[in-house]
Structures are given as structure tokens and as C-alpha cells.
């Protein structure tokens, strides 16, 4: 298994992470009302857009790497 993939399931496991902070965070905020929870979700749910442009960004950019 080359870097290259390592390095793109760890972005993906990063950003399924983020979503489900994030879900999880405004789901409390919604019950509870909690400012915390909707400040903690919305930079979670940031993290998880930003992750994604990563993603993509590096897939971009090393994608004539191969996958050996």
C-alpha cells in the first residue's frame, strides 16, 4: 500500500470524524440549546468542508503519482 493511499483514507476517516462531531454537536445544540455545542459543530462542520478541499487539492495535485 503506497503513501498515497494511507494519506487519502486518512483525510476520509478524518472527515467522516468531523461529520459526525459535527452532527452530533448541533443535534445537542438543537435539544439543549447550548451555545458550546453550535459553536463546537459549526467549526467541526468548517473542519469537514476544509478536509474535503484538501482531498481533493491533493488528489489533484499527485495524481499522476500512481497508487504502487
Same mark, same amino acid.
Given at each position: 500500500m503506497s503513501l498515497k493511499v494511507i494519506h487519502v483514507f486518512f483525510? +476520509? =476517516?478524518s472527515t467522516l470524524m468531523c461529520i459526525g462531531i459535527a452532527a452530533f454537536r448541533l443535534d445537542a445544540?438543537?435539544?439543549?440549546?447550548?451555545?458550546?455545542? +453550535? =459553536?463546537q459543530g459549526l467549526i467541526a462542520t468548517i473542519g469537514a468542508v476544509l478536509l474535503v478541499g484538501y482531498l481533493v487539492h491533493f488528489i489533484r495535485k499527485y495524481r499522476g503519482l500512481g497508487y504502487q
Open positions: 483525510i +476520509l =476517516v445544540w438543537r435539544h439543549l440549546g447550548d451555545a458550546s455545542a +453550535l =459553536v
